[in-house]
């Protein structure tokens, strides 16, 4: 037993003392009580936190409503940079070590002689692959079906999505979305089942169903596309509510009355006021009426015109001219 005395006088005769054992243990619980205070206040402080607050003090899945959509200024003299520190120059694509330049009839018919360079022979050969694709999608011949460079969707999903002011959570219609040049950008960008399609040719919508969507990893997004060509919008469901809906260079290739009874069933499937309806390249089924009819038309469907708008190309000298449209009555 240790003993402790403050002074050998007889007011402090009794003097204090403490035991062994009762030292120890406060030593240890003053331990353990400084190793929880620095446990806690390193958990606070940590840089990657099991939960995110976004500033508005929504959750982490709320911080997607704010995803940039276009291409800064900022980006741009990224890539220039980034090209420059390189020495990068344009160079012709000829054979060279490693590099068989190939046209995309020459690869089709390397593909169905040779198979790809390793492969399954006789009944294997179709027990390895889970979604067999025709060689002609998988050479991307449909890529080469729009009159323009494939990269041209990317400017008309940037386009509309920022017109019509999309967020994840909205939905859209394209009428006639072919083999989804634009349409995989919303896809992508959109929660699944939020995008919904009518087209009306096979082909287009094999390359979309049996190539693009799974080659983009995008088959779990889940987009509704079908096949018609009546301008008939019931199989989508009838409570759906859309906030845009957009066709690419279709109705210029429909007759006008059909555009009417589409446009006529749409207006109910249409967000009220904030929703937006776009229409590429000319309005003719509506100019062609004459007057002040294409107007009066409009309005006895409750739609609005907002006017000609235009967008030009990230990547190419081209712009592209849109009409919008909204619904003004609930």
Request: aromatic content about 10%; charged content about 20%.
């Amino acid at each position: 037993m240790a003993f402790l005395s403050s002074s050998s006088s007889p007011t402090m005769q009794k003097g204090i003392f403490v035991s062994v054992p009762v030292l120890v243990l406060s030593v240890s619980f003053a331990a353990a009580v400084f190793f929880l205070l620095s446990s806690s206040l390193s958990s606070s402080s940590c840089s990657c936190p099991s939960s995110i607050s976004s500033p508005n003090g929504g959750s982490v899945s709320d911080v997607r409503l704010e995803e940039r959509i276009s291409t800064t200024r900022e980006d741009i003299e990224w890539v220039r940079d980034l090209i420059r520190s390189n020495g990068l120059h344009m160079q012709k694509n000829e054979l060279r070590k490693g590099i068989n330049p190939r046209t995309r009839d020459q690869q089709l018919a390397d593909l169905k002689q040779y198979k790809g360079i390793s492969h399954y022979e006789g009944e294997e050969a179709n027990n390895h692959t889970a979604l067999p694709c025709p060689g002609e999608l998988l050479v991307e011949q449909h890529h080469s079906n729009y009159g323009e460079p494939w990269a041209g969707g990317r400017d008309v999903f940037e386009f509309l999505a920022e017109s019509s002011n999309l967020k994840p959570n909205s939905r859209v219609l394209e009428i006639g979305c072919g083999t989804l040049r634009v349409g995989l950008h919303f896809i992508r960008y959109l929660n699944p089942s939020h995008f919904h399609c009518l087209e009306k040719d096979e082909l287009s919508l094999m390359a979309a169903l049996r190539y693009e969507l799974p080659s983009q990893g995008l088959l779990h997004k889940r987009p509704l596309i079908l096949r018609g060509d009546d301008m008939e919008f019931s199989k989508f469901g009838s409570g759906v509510s859309y906030d845009l809906i957009y066709a690419s260079a279709v109705f210029l290739h429909m007759p006008d009355k059909l555009v009417w009874a589409g446009l006529e069933r749409l207006v109910e499937k249409l967000k009220p006021y904030e929703g937006r309806i776009f229409v590429s390249h000319n309005v003719k089924f509506c100019s062609r009426l004459g007057g002040d009819e294409c107007g009066k038309k409009l309005a006895s469907l409750g739609l609005e015109y907002l006017g000609k708008q235009t967008h030009d190309s990230l990547l190419f000298n081209h712009y592209e001219i849109w009409f919008g449209f909204r619904r003004l009555r609930p």
